[in-house]
């Protein structure tokens, strides 16, 4: 049924619960089953599931049992695992042979039990359905989202891992008519998968044979098997009745296409460990971790801030303030912001970007004038940076790295109800060679991540705003609106310079772009916390030319020195000049360099 949002649900309008306890009444009172039926999943709760259709506004959350055993998610009327009969669930899909894509929110959703909410996104030809969650607590929300997110993207990357039984507790005696063997109520979801596919050494064919007992069999045939099946129908039926002019062309079209999927399509997808996840330190409630709540194999690495990458080292007076100083404080953070500070050039390093690189926007009438000019002091400064590889896009930054507090600092009040003291940018870049014929929104990706802190010079221009810079009052009004107001957000702009690029041996186009801004609209996603803002950004939304030319530079990156920078837009004069939000000084970054963060040792 298709509900008033427009989006496909897998509830009926009938409540068919009556079912369960017609069940439960055959079998008689007193008759219960011979094992605790919570312990032979890999995951179960007690969780809200939005309901769908125009007859569910009074009761559009229920209530269910959520399970997953290996790769089959589902979930029951009755919310009590030892009460719900796994024969019959209300809603089933076996997660690796869909295309999935699973979302953590942050914020409430309207009419939502919990601020707690998980989507998970399916797609199957064309089509979208979705689950929505609303889980009871945060760490049970991490939990399901580190687990979900295993099985991200198209069947064809996944790795189908089938979870074993070897408890001697699932064989029960059938001598008694009114005793049913637990694997017999778990035969939906067995489905003889293992004993049929066990003898079968060919992959593809394991795969077509799960989709067949599952009833997906349409989940097997991705979407380059059903173009090539349309493409050969569609010539067959050219050369019986189209001219010879016709034949040569579509003879030539054809050979392109398979000229193009041998080259990209039919090469071999990098295939990686699903289970190889450890957590050293919680981002969040770690009380969830004391309870036991998050099973091995959805425990995930969670690095301190600055982890992956290193900062040059420091020369001369910038080296004396970090001996007398902790690293992390106020005077060493002023010290690394210090425009004329020196330090060594080291491969794959960062240091804080001098803001007068980057040449913003200035008044009076920008529009015809068109005068840039440098910038002054940026707005916050450079704590650390991060750069790892990613399995999927990364949109919650606590679920990777322990958000930093420094006393003194990220505790300061800013003086502003939004603008907070600790600010963090993320940049998801494709890892991939982009397609034209697609558009993927997600994959594998180069993650860069960015920790600022907010000037002491900025706390105290907040203070009396009316006496504030342009730039300052411009970002306050960023801070307040950005989450609400789309176009509003979309005034973030991201800029590149790259030192000396003359001479670096790049074509016109990309010299011609070196310093032009990059307004950041649909592939922004800004989050609110009580300490910080994230704006992540995913440039797999980006056009097909941008991700080309991001693509053709990549392997260039180490021997460039790339300085990035942030900045809100000013259009009006009462809006310019535009200053900083704050910079990045790249240096000879090494992308093979990159590493998955269960990689990086404690």
Known sequence: MVNSSGEQDDDESVDDSHKQNELLDALGPGNTYDVNLSEHFDLHDSMFKRRGGFKMKDHIWVLRCFTLYGTVLCYYDNPDIEKADPSRPRGRINIAKEETLVDMHSSKKPGAPTDFLITLSIYNLGHKKKWEICCVEKCQQIKWFEMLTRFNGKPSDKIIELPTLTSESWITDDSSPKKRSPEKKLEPILRGRESIVKDTKDNFVKSVLLGIIDGDLFSAIDDDMIMTFVGINVATYIVRVGSHGIVCVLALFMNLTLAYYFKHVSRPKLSFPAHTYRRRALSTDSACASTGEFP??????????????SRAMPKDATAATLKEHEVDCVETIAAFSNPEAAYEIKSHTYWNADASVF??????????????????????????????LSRQTVNQVESRFVIPKIPGVTDVDTGHEFVPPLLVFCFNLPAEEPSMMRSPTDGLSHVVVLFFTISPKVIEELKDLSQARPAVRLFARWCEHAETDFNFKSRLKALCVLDDVDNLGLPSFVIAYNGKPCLIQKSGTFTRHPTYIEMSVNVHHFSYLARKGLNYIENKFETFILNVGLTIEGREDDELPEALIGGVRMIQLDTKRFKFLEEYED
Do not use: C
Not at 364 to 381: C, G, H, R, V
């Open 296 to 309: 091995p194999s959805t425990l995930i690495e969670v690095l301190d801030a600055g982890s992956t990458m």
């Open 359 to 388: 040449n913003l926007r200035t008044g009076p009438n920008y529009k015809a004038e068109k005068k840039k000019i440098p910038s002054t002091q940026a707005l916050y400064d450079l704590y650390k940076a991060d750069v790892f």
